[in-house]
């Protein structure tokens, strides 16, 4: 049997890719993991940001389970990501299907729907808020004018819910369509064109070969879009402030008013834990059916 | 030369030399961090006001660093916090119970003579829970109603009499007839989203959030649930309108679109439809009385901090800055109240509403302040905005929103 040779290797197989990498992992450590770690043991401690801290253990961990407002902010969390979520892969998909085409009217309307996402998210809200606004609102204005009733989009506890839902899909649709016009852009032709040739309709084609090569690009977008929606913040404090009462309040809202308005920067730590986990567990999720689909594949 | 000699003259150039050094050291280039907020114009009325102070002290520079009011407590504690606090910083009541350990005590003779100058109550805010001075007023601020006299006297009343003597049951008469005689003015009051304004009716009803020495709740008492009931019934009839309190709409706009007959806030209002509203009347008038009549104190503060680089030179500039000529300056040209009792300020317009928010704050019982500067209370914020709301849209009965803030609220003064 012949010896292997260990070979060194020259500089741009060995150093070069670590070196370019490097920027990168050092801004990565800097910024998310040792945060992150420092996060973590924040939540071991009851931390004040001018007191000073003390270890507690899991003291934290078990006062959440306890505490009714963060049961409460969870739940609006999870109603806002189980109705965003689907609705944002399932418009996306739809324009993207619709805009993926060649052409020049395709390229406008693509621009038109990207648009909203290049606003600040503050922007939005307040924009929004001038529209949906009870009595100074633009909609309720002109449904006033045209002799009905106004509508308490945002003193509503559903309809605000409802309302900041539609905005998220307003705002970032756009961005999620052009993901996928990106994916569909990048199946080949010749697959259309054996599916017509051996009669496939519409519906069929688009079950049976965009669907399935889309997938690894659905999957990425449902996973940005589930990480994204547990993290939303800006847009519903800008426009409900978590309103009326707590009904829009989630539980990043929650978390900044326990570790910077109750200065608990350390139970605020514990419940910033609960959510990265949260959000781990469901990407995992979402990558475990995956992988399971592609084996039943 | 005899030895003694030689003493002398060593002590003669010792003595000749002191004041060079002292010289050296005063002549110093020294640059102060100041953090600032505006609510309108108050960092430019600032340095124009303290040109003349560092004419005469060329040696000092200011380096103003103004921050947007949302960003601005989370900036100054994480600055504190990295040992890197600014030298002089701008602040509110809130802040002054949230840095009672970090702030500089204001002691010495210079600041003791100037306090005797200042409203007590300002004081009160200003220091901490043995009076001890911690930030000196640079303003004050108090809360109280504008009105929309054009509404009024088209309703066939003279509010400017009627509101001398005024109660709740005779406003809440006023608002409605207001409402019958002007069909564009859908609501009779809007009070800002914020527990702070509502304190005025809990005051006013007689009730206190804390007990005596601020070490248990006390919101949830007759005098508290008279306030939080009334509140409701504003809402309830229709006279305040749901979009402020649940929904978030402004007030300040609803007020100078011509919406609402009355707005509940602070007297920076003056300032505000002094250059918003030019299309009906308006001033300020006497909040109503319930048990007593009362406003709620507050205003904005100057300070320095125990970790800051220039003390003494920032003590300096604060003490300056709090002198009359100073303040009186400083409070016309941001058309504020001032908290100094001697203060005599003339100002471009408006002259009378500021004495109407003055007369308010001159019967506040002093307690008031000593809720508001509590830092258990100032934690529980946003949890008594959301209850009142809870309890306002219904969802539990405003005996459990008080007992609720109550609950919450003691765990914070343990």
Redesign the interface.
């Known amino acids: 049997m012949k010896r292997r040779r260990r070979t060194r290797g020259t500089f741009e197989q060995t150093a070069a890719p670590l070196l370019f990498l490097s920027p990168n992992l050092l801004i990565f450590s800097l910024f998310i993991i040792v945060p992150a770690v420092m996060g973590l043991r924040m939540s071991l401690f009851d931390w004040s940001?001018?007191?000073g801290s003390r270890f507690v253990g899991f003291r934290n961990f078990v006062r959440l389970a306890r505490d009714a407002m963060f049961w409460k902010t969870l739940l609006n969390t999870f109603v806002y990501v189980g109705a965003v979520v689907p609705l944002l892969v399932a418009f996306a998909l739809g324009l993207a299907v619709l805009l993926a085409r060649p052409g020049r009217a395709m390229g406008v309307f693509r621009s038109l729907f990207y648009l909203p996402t290049l606003l600040s998210l503050i922007i939005v809200g307040i924009a929004w808020?001038w529209i949906l606004?009870?009595?100074?609102g633009i909609l309720n204005y002109i449904i006033r004018a045209l002799g009905g009733k106004a509508v308490?989009w945002?003193?509503n506890?559903r309809l605000?819910m409802s309302s900041l839902i539609f905005m998220t899909l307003w705002t970032r649709v756009g961005y999620f369509m052009m993901m996928l016009v990106g994916g569909l852009q990048a199946i080949p032709e010749t697959y259309y064109e054996a599916a017509r040739i051996d009669g496939a309709g519409r519906v069929a084609t688009f079950r049976r070969i965009t669907l399935p090569l889309l997938r690894p690009m659905l999957l990425v977008v449902a996973v940005l879009a589930t990480i994204e929606s547990f993290k939303a913040y800006e847009l519903i404090f800008v426009?409900?402030?978590?309103?009326?009462?707590?009904a829009t309040?989630f539980l990043v809202q929650y978390i900044y008013?326990v570790a910077?308005?109750?200065?608990r920067m350390g139970y605020g730590a514990a419940m910033s834990v609960v959510l990265m986990a949260i959000i781990a567990v469901f990407t995992f999720a979402q990558f475990v059916a995956r992988r399971e689909e592609f084996g039943n594949e | 030369m005899t030895r003694r000699n030689l003493l002398l003259m060593a002590f003669g150039l010792l003595v000749g030399l002191l004041p060079m050094g002292a010289v050296a050291q005063g002549s110093q280039k020294i640059t102060l961090s100041v953090l600032w907020f505006n609510d309108s114009n108050e960092s430019q009325v600032f340095q124009k006001v303290m040109a003349d102070y560092l004419a005469s002290h060329p040696n000092v520079r200011l380096d103003m660093q103004v921050v947007p009011f949302n960003d601005y407590e989370n900036k100054l504690k994480l600055m504190i916090a990295g040992g890197n606090p600014p030298d002089v910083a701008r602040i509110t009541n809130n802040q002054i119970a949230m840095f009672v350990n970090q702030l500089q005590p204001l002691t010495g003779p210079v600041f003791s003579d100037l306090a005797a100058h200042y409203f007590p109550s300002s004081l009160a805010l200003g220091s901490d829970s043995s009076g001890r001075l911690l930030a000196m007023p640079t303003e004050a601020t108090a809360n109280g109603m504008i009105v929309n006299k054009t509404y009024f006297r088209r309703a066939g009343i003279d509010v400017d009499k009627l509101s001398l003597t005024w109660d709740w049951d005779q406003w809440v008469a006023a608002m409605r007839k207001v409402l019958a005689a002007n069909p564009t003015c859908k609501y009779g009051v809007a009070v800002d989203f914020t527990p702070f304004r509502f304190s005025t009716f809990l005051f006013e009803a007689g009730g206190r959030f804390l007990t005596d020495g601020g070490t248990k709740m006390a919101f949830d008492s007759p005098a508290g649930l008279d306030a939080l009931n009334f509140f409701k019934m504003l809402h309830d009839q229709g006279l305040a309108p749901a979009s402020v309190w649940m929904g978030s709409e402004n007030p300040q706009e609803m007020f100078a679109a011509g919406l609402v007959a009355c707005h509940i806030g602070g007297s920076w209002l003056i300032n505000a439809y002094n250059n918003t509203v030019k299309n009906f009347d308006w001033g300020a008038v006497r909040m109503p009385k319930r048990k007593i009549r009362s406003s709620v104190p507050g205003g904005k503060w100057i300070a320095t901090f125990k970790d800051s680089r220039h003390k003494q030179a920032a003590l300096d500039l604060i003490a300056a800055f709090s002198d009359k000529k100073h303040n009186e300056a400083y409070c016309r040209d941001t058309f504020n109240l001032s908290a100094r009792q001697d203060a005599d300020i003339v100002y471009p317009s408006h002259t009378a509403d500021f004495k109407v928010f003055s007369s308010d704050l001159s019967v506040t019982p002093a307690y008031t302040a000593e809720d508001w500067k509590s830092p258990g209370l100032n934690k529980i914020y946003s949890y008594m905005r959301e209850q009142i709301v809870e309890g306002l849209l219904g969802h539990q009965t405003m005996a459990q929103t008080a007992a609720n803030i109550d609950a919450q609220g003691d765990t914070f003064l343990r």
Request: proline residues 7%.
């Open positions: 940001i001018l007191d808020r606004g009870f009595d100074l308490p945002l003193t506890g605000a426009t409900t402030q978590g309103g009326p009462g707590s309040k008013e910077f308005e109750q200065d």
